[in-house]
C-alpha cells in the first residue's frame, strides 16, 4: 500500500522530526516500502548575497546533506530502503515537488501544534495537506 514515503524534516529541530521518522519506519517494514527523507532550503535572500560567501548555498547544501546521511544512519530503516535529498526552494513547494518527483504513496510530516497565526497565515504542513496528491499523516509532536 505505501511503496514510496516521503518524510520532510527540519534539521534546525530533528527532535520534531523523530516521531514521523518511526512512524515512517514502522509502514516501511510492514508494506516493504522505502522512504525517502527530505530538507528543504531556504533560498539566500539576494539582500544578504553580497555578505555571505560566494560558495555559501553548496557549503549549506554539503551540511545538509551529511545531517540528513545521519539521521538516515540512526533511523533504523534498512540502508537499501532508505534515502535522502537536499531540495532548495519554498517549504511546502517543493516538498509536493518531491511527492511528486519520487511518486509518494504518502507523507509523513510533523508540525507544532496550530498557534493564532498559522490561522491567518497558514502553516508548511496545511499547505502539504491541501495540496498533495497523495495521502498525508501529521504526527504531532
Avoid at 19 to 43: D, E, H, K
Avoid at 95 to 109: G, N, Q, R, S, Y
Amino acid at each position: 500500500m505505501f511503496n514510496s514515503i516521503l518524510v520532510p524534516l527540519d534539521l534546525a529541530d530533528t527532535d520534531l522530526a523523530k516521531p514521523a521518522i518511526a512512524t515512517a519506519a514502522t509502514l516501511s517494514q510492514t508494506w516493504s516500502g522505502s522512504v525517502r527523507l527530505l530538507n528543504v532550503m531556504p533560498m539566500t535572500p539576494v539582500m544578504l548575497a553580497e555578505y555571505v560567501p560566494a560558495d555559501f548555498d553548496v557549503q549549506q547544501r554539503q551540511t545538509s546533506e551529511e545531517a540528513l546521511a545521519i539521521v538516515a544512519r540512526e533511523s533504523g530503516i534498512d540502508a537499501h530502503r532508505i534515502s535522502s535529498i537536499v531540495r532548495q526552494g519554498g517549504i511546502y513547494h517543493e516538498i509536493l515537488e518531491e511527492a511528486a518527483a519520487i511518486k509518494a504513496d504518502l507523507i509523513v510530516m510533523t508540525s507544532h501544534r496550530p498557534a493564532m497565526k498559522t490561522y491567518f497565515l497558514g502553516s508548511n504542513a496545511g499547505h502539504v495537506v491541501r495540496y498533495a496528491k497523495c495521502s498525508v499523516l501529521v504526527v504531532r509532536h
